[in-house]
C-alpha cells in the first residue's frame, strides 16, 4: 500500500521559514516526479513545486528565490525548505508523486503564517 506522509507544517510569523518532508511507503520514489501543491480555504489546489526523477527543480512564480525542493532518493524522502513566509502561503500543503499514469497523494499538512 502506498502511502506519502507529510510533516513539519505549523504556525508561523510573516518572515519565518519551515521545511515540509513527504516519506514515502510502499513505493521507491527514485523513478517519480515529486511534487508539492497546496491548498488555500476556498481555492484550488495548485501546483507550488515540483522535482523530476532527474533532480530538476521547477517552481510556480510566486515561490521562487523562497521555497527549496529537494529529494533524498536514499531516504524515500522530498522536502520543501520554505523561507521568507508570507500569509498568502497559508495553505494546507500536499505531497505527489507521478510517474507516467500512476500518481499518489499525501493527506497533508497544514500552514499557517500569521502577519
Known amino acids: 500500500q502506498v502511502q506519502l506522509v507529510e510533516s513539519g507544517g505549523g504556525l508561523v510569523q510573516s518572515g519565518g521559514s519551515l521545511r515540509l518532508s513527504c516519506a514515502a511507503s510502499g513505493m521507491i520514489i527514485s523513478s517519480y516526479s515529486m511534487g508539492w501543491y497546496r491548498q488555500a480555504p476556498g481555492q484550488l489546489r495548485e501546483l507550488v513545486s515540483f522535482?523530476?526523477?532527474?533532480?530538476?527543480?521547477n517552481y510556480v512564480d510566486s515561490v521562487k528565490g523562497r521555497f527549496t525542493i529537494s529529494r533524498d532518493n536514499a531516504k524515500n524522502a522530498v522536502y520543501l525548505q520554505m523561507n521568507s513566509l508570507k500569509p498568502e502561503d497559508t495553505a494546507v500543503y500536499y505531497c505527489?508523486?507521478?510517474?507516467?499514469?500512476?500518481?499518489?497523494w499525501g493527506k497533508g499538512t497544514l500552514v499557517t503564517v500569521s502577519s
Open positions: 522535482i523530476t526523477a532527474d533532480g530538476t527543480a
Open positions: 505527489h508523486a507521478e510517474f507516467r499514469t500512476r500518481y499518489y
